[in-house]
């Protein structure tokens, strides 16, 4: 029932440019965004869907219309926007039908490989459909499998009117990656409920807790002058950055030394120059109070550096982010056990994981509106060796298609 038009719609989808630009000062913060945006607004006035909207903001709406009386309205969230990390710019996705098993090396950068042992997934997916990229861009299923499904769901609820359900809410937001994807929307916009964010790997993944998240900016000032008179006179800000680096906690508090409910400390960006350099950290823990001692771990590093260089300055700046939404979907017991309910009926095993990371669902939920997240069938995201299952797209599809029943009470 959805295999092709699935697959042709995720392709369409991809190859839109949306990255988002975590330094530009507009909403969105690109213009792809707005391209796939008024894209799915179109599919979706063709599909019948008279009041499908994209808003000056950039953010689709669209209402799918109930067909049970008295049923509560319940909304699906993704978001269009593609992460910074890695260049989203002409995506060539490569469709592995009938996939062999084994390692997959991407072809216009032989050097990239999606193996087995990085992603042991992949063994009980032989015979499949694997969608890659060709090694150079991601491939932009974090999230535009989630706008695949989503549209998809809508798609077969126009097509099969008999199929019973509430009202449904369609929202499709921007600048997700860049923490930014509810900054223009009310969840009064959306008037729902409950919603769902469609984002995550997998089948059957049920989220209703996120990472607490705050940003620091850390900007260390030296003292440039020519490199040739410079004795006793510079301070290099570019090794003043390696010495507050160096002050961090070594071997634990990092992405690549934690798991499960570990937090960290992530330095992710470093620019500048010898007279000022900035360092973007991103400070992560599911309980949100040790946030304050991670910033302190950064404050800490900061005062070591400045004691030793007394003509240093080094300024910490904390940005919050968003919050865990664990207690906001416990307000609403319903969104956890209706989506397990629809899991289960459509013949999955429903597992409860955690989001190490962040979704829209997590300021939707602190907005007031419980938003857990659905998995939807993406991996190894924000990278070149990202992929994604046609068929774990196909069964995400078929878990919304009982949920919108499980709510309507059939």
């Not at 953010?59 to 049923?71: D, K, L, M, R």
């Not at 126009?158 to 199929?163: C, L, Q, R, W």
């Not at 993406?378 to 990278?383: G, P, V």
Request: aromatic letters at 4%.
């Amino acid at each position: 029932m959805t295999t092709q038009t699935l697959l042709e719609r995720f392709l369409r989808y991809v190859r839109i440019d949306t990255q988002a630009d975590e330094k530009s000062t507009t909403y969105p913060s690109t213009p792809g965004q707005l391209e796939l945006g008024k894209l799915l607004r179109d599919e979706l006035l063709a599909m019948g869907y008279a009041d499908a909207v994209q808003d000056e903001h950039g953010i689709v709406f669209a209402t799918i219309p109930g067909n049970v009386p008295n049923s509560p309205t319940i909304a699906f969230n993704a978001h269009v926007d593609t992460s910074p990390e890695t260049s989203g710019k002409n995506v060539d996705p490569q469709v592995i039908r009938n996939y062999p098993g084994g390692d997959i090396v991407l072809p216009k950068d032989p050097a990239k490989v999606i193996r087995v042992a990085d992603a042991p997934e992949l063994a009980a997916l032989v015979g499949k459909t694997i969608i890659t990229t060709d090694g150079t861009t991601l491939l932009g299923g974090d999230d535009k499998a989630g706008v695949a499904v989503i549209m998809e769901l809508a798609r077969i609820l126009a097509e099969h009117p008999t199929i019973p359900h509430g009202p449904i809410r369609v929202v499709f937001t921007c600048d997700e990656e860049i923490g930014k994807g509810v900054l223009h929307l009310d969840p009064k916009q959306i008037g729902a409920v409950v919603a769902y964010t469609l984002d995550g790997q997998g089948v059957g993944e049920l989220e209703a807790e996120t990472f607490s998240a705050d940003k620091a900016t850390v900007t260390i000032s030296g003292v440039n002058i020519h490199p040739g008179i410079a004795k006793g006179k510079m301070l290099n800000a570019v090794k003043l950055a390696g010495e507050f680096l160096a002050k961090l906690p070594q071997g634990r508090l990092s992405p690549e030394t934690t798991e499960d409910r570990e937090g960290f400390l992530h330095p992710y960006i470093v620019e500048g120059g010898v007279g000022k350099t900035t360092l973007h950290v991103l400070l992560r823990d599911h309980e949100t109070a040790k946030l304050a001692e991670y910033a302190e771990l950064l404050r800490g590093a900061a005062a070591a550096v400045m004691a030793e260089h007394p003509k240093a300055v080094v300024d910490v700046a904390i940005t919050p982010q968003y919050r865990n939404m664990r207690e906001g979907i416990a307000k609403e017991p319903r969104a956890m056990a209706y989506a397990e309910a629809a899991v289960k009926r459509a013949g999955f095993a429903p597992k409860h994981c955690i989001i190490r990371g962040g979704t829209d669902g997590a300021q939707l939920t602190a907005k007031g509106l419980p938003t857990p997240n659905i998995s939807t069938g993406e991996h190894n995201i924000h990278s070149p060796l990202e992929w994604v299952c046609l068929e774990e797209l196909e069964a995400n599809v078929r878990v919304l298609v009982e949920l919108v029943q499980v709510w309507a009470g059939k």
